[in-house]
């Protein structure tokens, strides 16, 4: 059970209790006994940049002003030149729009758009390694002892997941430290709020951990490495080309990472292995995550 001082660590931590978040179902059990489950809500919100209408995302709802400017950031559609000016959420109509001092126009951008693996269908315009050209992130080390420190704390967090499940949760992280932890029915909905909380109060990524849940595939990759970003963990597994970007940019990737066990597919050289997995405590089967796709 999450203690007050872990919950102390976080600037941003998950509301299971929020009622505006899940629903309370009527439904039966496998024996055919009435139950009532909480499912978590989702629902459309609509991004305008300037007098463009940019997307729609199905989202749970909470923080969109951070999923706005998150989700236009990771997508170049905002730049650190750009002046933001205002970013204005209507909640009758589900609405945020981002403004900036000069507008701007991405008809080409808007015209070219993928569809990622992402669970809640995501969707990236543009060319997917726009802006990855030339980078390369710092080559930050990374304690292991910060890794299993980490996982204990996060899994051990009050959480949608814990209270609903049907979710993804992203983690900024500073060593061995916790800080914004934000949940969304897409993974990339989930590190877009972290994106735009970043934005918002100008947050460097050069001495974070980015630890998520969800799958390492090309695109959680990309965004990270866009957040200036150098590490990034997951309990979950990798794809081929996530990997590959990951060594590109020089990003530390770790995932399978379940008790004392994990595989590193990209920076084993700036890990230091300052504890021995031995003395780490086993996870405790009531608090275990999944491996998070389901």
């Not at 970013?87 to 951008?109: A, F, G, H, L, P």
């Not at 695109?219 to 060594?247: D, H, Y």
Request: glycine share 8%.
């Amino acid at each position: 059970m999450a203690t007050k001082d872990n919950l102390s660590d976080y600037l941003i931590a998950p509301a299971p209790a929020d009622p505006r978040l899940t629903r309370a179902v009527d439904g039966f059990d496998e024996a055919g006994a009435p139950i009532r489950v909480s499912v978590v809500e989702e629902r459309p919100l609509t991004i305008f940049l300037n007098k463009r209408e940019i997307v729609t995302a199905m989202t749970i709802g909470d923080y969109p002003e951070y999923l706005a400017l998150g989700f236009l950031r990771n997508q170049g559609m905002l730049s650190d030149a750009d002046h933001i000016i205002s970013v204005d959420y209507d909640v009758d109509i589900e609405t945020v729009v981002v403004r900036t001092e000069i507008e701007t126009d991405y008809e080409d951008k808007l015209a070219r758009k993928t569809r990622t693996s992402g669970c809640a269908v995501g969707t990236v315009f543009g060319d997917m390694m726009e802006g990855l050209e030339g980078l390369t992130l710092p080559a930050a080390p990374l304690k292991t002892s910060w890794l299993y420190a980490l996982a204990q704390k996060i899994n051990r967090t009050p959480s949608l997941y814990l209270e609903a499940g049907a979710i993804h949760g992203t983690v900024l992280c500073q060593e061995d430290r916790p800080l914004v932890y934000m949940e969304d029915v897409g993974r990339h909905n989930a590190v877009d709020k972290v994106a735009g909380w970043m934005l918002s109060d100008g947050v460097s990524g050069a001495d974070k951990i980015l630890y998520t849940t969800g799958r390492l595939t090309s695109e959680m990759v990309i965004k990270t490495a866009q957040m200036g970003i150098p590490a990034l963990v997951s309990r979950s597994g990798f794809t081929a080309w996530g990997v590959e970007i990951a060594r590109e940019v020089g990003l530390t990737l770790i995932g399978r990472m379940r008790g004392q066990r994990f595989t590193c597919l990209s920076g084993e050289a700036r890990l230091i292995r300052d504890i021995d997995p031995a003395h780490v405590t086993h996870e405790d089967r009531k608090h275990r995550r999944k491996g998070a796709d389901e």
